[in-house]
């Protein structure tokens, strides 16, 4: 009915900078909150950046300065733009949408989660 897909994960030094991107596409009638998770091992699951369909957002202070978070909702996408990487950024990455989606004649709500893309930061 939903899926969410990520792309954009993958092997940089320290100092560099990657852009995660996640797209949601399915019976979406509206999108409300995209948010990016993160797991290391041995760690809990923690938010790392979220946004609205309004387009307020809110960070980790651990990426504040950072990472930025932005969404094209006509695309029904979300994107993480991730500078000054530190080798304590290196996690499996998280998409969530919380969505209202079309069930027949009917308008629900859940969240979505993607399948996570790893970030290793790393010399």
């Known amino acids: 009915q939903v899926q969410v897909v990520e792309s954009g994960g993958g092997l940089v030094q320290p100092g560099g900078s990657l852009r995660l991107s996640c797209a949601a596409s399915g019976s979406i009638f509206s999108i409300n909150t995209m948010g990016w998770y993160r797991q290391a091992p041995g760690k809990q699951r923690e938010l790392v950046a979220g946004i609205t369909s309004g387009g307020s957002t809110n960070y980790a202070d651990s990426v504040k300065g950072r990472f930025t978070i932005s969404r094209d909702n006509a695309k029904n996408t979300v994107y993480l733009q991730m500078n000054s990487l530190k080798p304590e950024d290196t996690a499996v990455y998280y998409c969530?949408?919380?969505?209202?989606?079309?069930?027949?004649?009917?308008?629900?709500?859940?969240?979505?989660w993607g399948q996570g893309t790893q970030v290793t930061v790393s010399s």
């Open positions: 969530n949408a919380d969505c209202v989606y079309y069930s027949g004649s009917s308008l629900l709500r859940h969240d979505y």
